[in-house]
């Protein structure tokens, strides 16, 4: 499958897969289906429209679209005609947005009316008031100065914006020779993607990756078996890297089958799973934690399933992981970012569970790994926990516009350095242990928070547990642990405290906790701890009061 994958380009996939799965089913979508034919059709008309506008090699499309097929097809045409995919998160308004386009130099803007109940035409609108008085040929933009045409997928449309429908009937009128033309003329090594970071750390970069992500996947799907005969049930959102490489990329490259969701529903998920009979699952362990405590769960029929992707290493995942083996199916890991992809490290399948649970596994053919010391440079020997860098063919060339940002991260033997914690042993098996920007530093000790979640979620009433840093005036900074207990439980910070005390030093033992609904999240799921760490100040009066929960402290 996966002989001379290096020198494919994302343009060809859709090609490709009719060429072997023609009638075979490929897309599932609120009950419409397509079969690999069908797809490759559908992105080949959306192509021919692109070029019908005059969207040129190498222009930037930003795609600010919720999943559903129409941004899959686009997806693919924008790589076929030799320009750049920006996949722009659903969640961004107004101020994000404007940053994202104009950061990005996106000449095209694709998005769609509505989506429940935002406008994202009338988000876009405020951006762009040009949108309510001029033509869609004459339109321009003077906050977003690159941006010259915008394109709506729906039945209501600006006076300003060509629809999808009158798009795709221009496509018509391009010839499919012109389009085999421009096709031709894309090369492996073209820049093919805009990936923007998912800011759970703050202001987004983009980084830019080439061809070469269609190997990265290839060679994961081999590791973990994946074939046409797989079922993927995709609910993650398609402009973040963990659902374009394992959803996106993967069915077009294996021939699987994915039924897509708009957006994470448990109830839905495990409706369509057992309908379905999806084989694989991918998520983080708030969505495994979803699915198995849903009270629909013990009723649904999982037989069908044989592979769950939750990526493992911090300590706060492991009882997830257990539990998905015990109640799902095997679990598997691996370890990626924006800034190199997902799957540039993966357990086998074959590995014991301790392995899948607990650890990232090995890196992918064509990756390079090493620990070091991040205060000094040096590599670290085996065993011992530092700063992971990576290097190899899939990782990005750099931030979109920001050289100063990527010599930062990037250094001049070509190891980015991740900012992540992890441990490698004398084999290569590597664990991903959290991010250095999370360490605590209470009175001079460093405190690992997630030393203290795992801890904290052994307690038998404490379903999430998240550990964030406050400012404190005689340790510098103190733990802060939000707590969301199980439903029907009650725990109280007196049961936490003991719970903890003679377990860990009484310096990690957390000054607060703060009993919560909910996370911040992103939209792919991660929680988002400086926003965490942001709500927990306000309930706790460090910052203006302003937030829905209860809390307790400590007192000092």
């Not at 090995?362 to 020997?381: E, K, N």
């Not at 516009?401 to 991260?409: C, G, H, L, S, V």
């Not at 340790?475 to 003991?498: H, Q, R, S, W, Y």
Request: glycine content about 10%; overall charge neutral.
């Amino acid at each position: 499958m996966t002989w001379g994958v290096e020198r494919w380009t994302v343009g060809d996939l859709a090609d490709r897969a009719a060429e072997r799965f023609r009638d075979r089913e490929a897309l599932c979508f609120r009950d419409r289906r397509w079969s690999f034919g069908q797809f490759q059709g559908d992105v080949d008309r959306a192509a021919r429209g692109l070029l019908a506008l005059g969207v040129r090699t190498g222009e930037h499309v930003a795609l600010w679209v919720p999943n559903r097929p129409e941004w899959l097809h686009l997806f693919f045409a924008v790589a076929k005609i030799g320009a750049v995919i920006v996949p722009i998160n659903t969640r961004l308004r107004t101020v994000d947005l404007e940053y994202v386009v104009r950061q990005s130099d996106s000449a095209t803007l694709v998005t769609v009316d509505r989506w429940g109940p935002v406008g994202f035409q009338e988000i876009l609108r405020e951006l762009c008031p040009e949108l309510e008085t001029t033509t869609p040929s004459a339109f321009s933009s003077s906050r977003c100065p690159s941006l010259r045409r915008v394109l709506v997928l729906g039945d209501r449309v600006s006076q300003g914006a060509f629809s999808w429908s009158e798009v795709v009937e221009a496509g018509g009128r391009v010839s499919e020779g012109a389009l085999s033309e421009r096709h031709a003329a894309v090369a492996p090594a073209d820049t093919v993607l805009i990936m923007y970071t998912s800011g759970t750390t703050g202001f987004p970069k983009g980084a830019m990756h080439g061809h070469g992500i269609v190997r990265t996947v290839a060679d994961g799907a081999s590791r973990w078996g994946m074939t046409s005969r797989d079922v993927i049930l995709m609910y993650l959102p398609l402009f973040h890297t963990f659902g374009l490489y394992e959803g996106v990329l993967m069915f077009l490259l294996t021939g699987a089958r994915m039924v897509l969701m708009e957006r994470f529903d448990p109830a839905e998920a495990l409706r369509l799973l057992a309908r379905e009979r999806a084989t694989y699952l991918c998520g983080f362990d708030t969505h495994y934690q979803d699915l198995m405590d849903h009270p629909a769960f013990s009723a649904t029929d999982v037989r069908s399933l044989r592979l769950a992707f939750l990526p493992a290493g911090m300590a706060s995942t492991e009882a997830v992981a257990r539990r998905v083996n015990r109640l799902l199916c095997r679990s598997v890991s691996a370890y990626g970012m924006t800034e190199i992809g997902t799957g540039a490290c993966r357990s086998f399948l074959d590995a014991p569970e301790d392995e899948r649970c607990l650890a990232s596994g090995y890196p992918a053919p064509g990756y390079g790994y090493q620990v070091i010391d991040p205060a000094t440079g040096r590599a670290l020997p085996p065993g011992t926990p530092g700063e992971l860098c990576v290097r190899g063919y899939g990782v990005m060339r750099g931030y979109y516009n920001k050289p100063e940002e990527t010599a930062r991260t990037i250094d001049g033997e070509g190891w980015l350095h991740t900012g992540d914690r992890a441990v490698m042993d004398q084999d290569g098996f590597i664990r991903f242990m959290g991010r250095y920007k999370e360490l605590l530093k209470v009175g001079g000790e460093n405190v690992d928070p997630l030393e203290v979640e795992a801890l904290l979620l052994r307690h038998s009433a404490v379903s999430q547990a998240k550990v964030v840093g406050v400012p404190d005036r005689r340790l510098g900074e103190v733990a802060v642990a939000c707590v969301i207990p199980k439903e029907g439980e009650g725990v109280t910070l007196e049961d936490l405290l003991t719970f903890c005390q003679g377990k860990m030093a009484s310096f990690k033992i957390p000054r607060h906790v703060l009993f919560l609904k909910e996370y911040p999240t992103t939209s792919s799921g991660k929680v988002q701890k400086f926003l965490l760490r942001e709500q927990a100040m306000m309930m706790l009066g460090l910052s203006p009061a302003g937030s829905d929960g209860d809390s307790t402290s400590k007192a000092e």
